[in-house]
């Protein structure tokens, strides 16, 4: 009698179990407690989580914190997150980095998935990325393309640290697109509220502090102690933006106040500010909106391209014979007399090639941006949380043996034989530098026309080597420090000589 009670609710709970078998979570490894697996990240988050998911396959399972993580290494799991359940995984998790150094979630990149994002995302699409649009500004492009080899061709014969002259041409065209002028003073003589110098440094921290991994993020508990001191330093780089942003925006409502309601906007700017007066506006926009959606552009459209060119250039040094391989297109397609210009591209298909193999040796954005699941869904068999942060590691895709041929090594014409049709648009989920679906960058195009015209121009302009003669193509290092970009930790320096007729610099 007493036996049949006892087995009573083991029972129960026996057939409950049976109708609820436990969700089965991805693979990874057992948290501690408080940290979770925090102890596993080093210096170089994509590089750990790449050798953490040798151990536990393409999808798996972490925790930050106080918060589960899941991690796509592969591209079939990352073309589940963004294609397959683009819809549940388009969000972003809440950071102190969104709060403070981009206006309180204002902008596109740190938004939420919702009614604010897609009105200012479509005004990106429709009013800065559209053909015509990106066709208007063309002039503007190839103006400050020419003042880069023009400054570089002043520094014939010395070393030349190429990042600083890299972004300052694409600040000054994402300046000048976004902001109608480049608002920074570029030598002593000059007066504006801010220096090249400065501003780039404000930029560097600006993705800097965008990417760190900030524990009080993490351990929400933990957030009022800053152990890292990163909130402190996003504080004081706010002040820092809030006076630039204060700056430009005062110069464009004064400038606005002399025209008429309806005439057009010359830049952004002026187009936010008619925006956030227009009553119909599905979302109005606010001060913080202008300033978080301006930030954007000019953040997201400057180190990423800068960054990849920089890589560029680093793996054609380390094989000059790339080089070699480049220029006989040039001279073969444009010849000596001409500087490249943007309708030459096509016809360009090794420059293109180097491209494409930089970014999937070096994507910028080696865990694209991270996304956060809306609701609980279920991936591949596993059951994925609401709240749940996702990284699609295309560092580690980028380099999975099992589709791409011996991948550590740069080889630009595995883009010309084998992998012709690949593109990196987001069509193909083995080559994710600008993500995909949903959250895919919106100003993939702008990029790729800055990066190729300067990579061409950069080729067929100058004759590169080393700055010393005793230096080996094997000292140039390859290490990267990471952030929500990851650049080379060393920057390249390099020297040029003219290579096309002097008349023409
Ligand atoms: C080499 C050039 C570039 C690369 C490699 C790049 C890469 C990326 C990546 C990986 C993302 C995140 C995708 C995701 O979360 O799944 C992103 C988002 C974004 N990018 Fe780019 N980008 C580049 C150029 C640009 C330019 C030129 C602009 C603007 C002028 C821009 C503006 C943005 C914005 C606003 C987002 C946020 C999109 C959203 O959250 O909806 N990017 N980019």
């Not at 080093?42 to 750990?48: A, F, I, N, T, V």
């Not at 403070?100 to 939420?112: D, E, H, K, S």
């Not at 001409?338 to 910028?364: C, F, G, N, S």
């Not at 596993?382 to 080889?411: A, M, Q």
Request: charged share 25%; glycine share 6%; net charge positive.
């Amino acid at each position: 009698m007493a036996a049949s009670y006892s087995s009573l609710p083991k029972k129960k709970l026996t057939s409950w179990r049976q109708r609820h078998p436990p969700l089965q979570l991805p693979p990874g490894p057992k948290p501690w407690p408080v940290i979770g697996n925090l102890n596993l990240i080093g210096p170089l988050p994509h590089q750990s989580l790449h050798k953490l998911a040798q151990k536990y396959g393409p999808i798996m399972q972490l925790t930050f914190g106080s918060f589960p993580v899941v991690v796509a290494s592969s591209a079939e799991m990352a073309k589940q997150f963004l294609k397959t359940h683009d819809h549940v995984f388009a969000s972003r998790p809440q950071t102190a980095t969104g709060k403070y150094i981009t206006y309180n979630y204002r902008n596109i990149t740190w938004a939420p998935y919702g009614p604010y994002w897609r009105q200012g995302r479509k005004i990106f699409l429709s009013e800065l990325f559209s053909s015509k649009r990106l066709e208007s500004y063309k002039y503007i492009r190839v103006e400050e393309l020419r003042s880069f080899v023009s400054r570089l061709y002043a520094l014939s014969g010395k070393p030349v640290m190429l990042k600083e002259h890299l972004s300052r041409v694409t600040l000054s065209i994402m300046s000048r697109i976004v902001l109608g002028k480049k608002y920074f003073s570029e030598s002593e003589f000059e007066t504006a509220v801010v220096t090249l110098e400065e501003f780039q440094q404000m930029l560097d921290k600006l993705f800097l502090l965008n990417g760190v991994l900030n524990i009080g993020d993490w351990i929400p508990w933990l957030n009022f102690m800053d152990l890292q001191g990163y909130v402190k330093r996003m504080k004081a780089l706010k002040k820092k933006l809030d006076r630039f942003h204060d700056h430009v925006f005062d110069e464009h409502k004064s400038k606005m106040k002399g025209l008429m309601e309806d005439s057009m906007p010359k830049d952004m700017v002026d187009l936010l500010l008619q925006l956030a007066d227009h009553p119909n506006l599905e979302v109005k926009l606010n001060y913080d909106s202008v300033n978080g959606l301006t930030q954007d552009l000019i953040a997201g459209g400057t180190d990423t391209s800068a960054t990849t060119v920089e890589w560029a250039m680093s793996e054609l040094m380390k094989q000059p014979h790339l080089i070699e391989k480049a220029t006989e297109e040039l001279d073969r397609v444009i010849g000596r007399e001409r500087w490249v210009e943007e309708k030459d591209i096509p016809q360009l298909p090794y420059i293109d090639a180097i491209m494409k193999e930089t970014m999937r040796k070096h994507p910028v954005a080696v865990l694209l941006a991270p996304h956060l699941a809306q609701e609980d869904c279920n991936v591949a068999g596993y059951h994925i949380r609401k709240g749940t942060r996702v990284f699609i590691n295309s560092w580690s895709i980028s380099r999975d043996s099992s589709f791409w041929d011996e991948p550590e090594e740069f080889r630009p014409e595995r883009f010309l034989q084998g992998k012709v049709d690949m593109d990196v648009k987001g069509q193909n989920f083995e080559l994710l530098p600008f993500g995909s679906g949903r959250r895919m960058c919106p100003g993939y195009s702008l990029g790729l026309k800055m990066i190729r015209s300067s990579l061409a121009n950069m080729l067929h302009g100058f004759h590169w080597k080393l700055p010393e003669d005793h230096m080996k193509v094997e000292d140039i290092s390859m290490e990267e420090v990471y952030g929500l970009t990851t650049p080379r930790k060393y920057p390249l320096v390099a020297i040029m000589e003219p290579r096309l007729p002097l008349h023409l610099y």
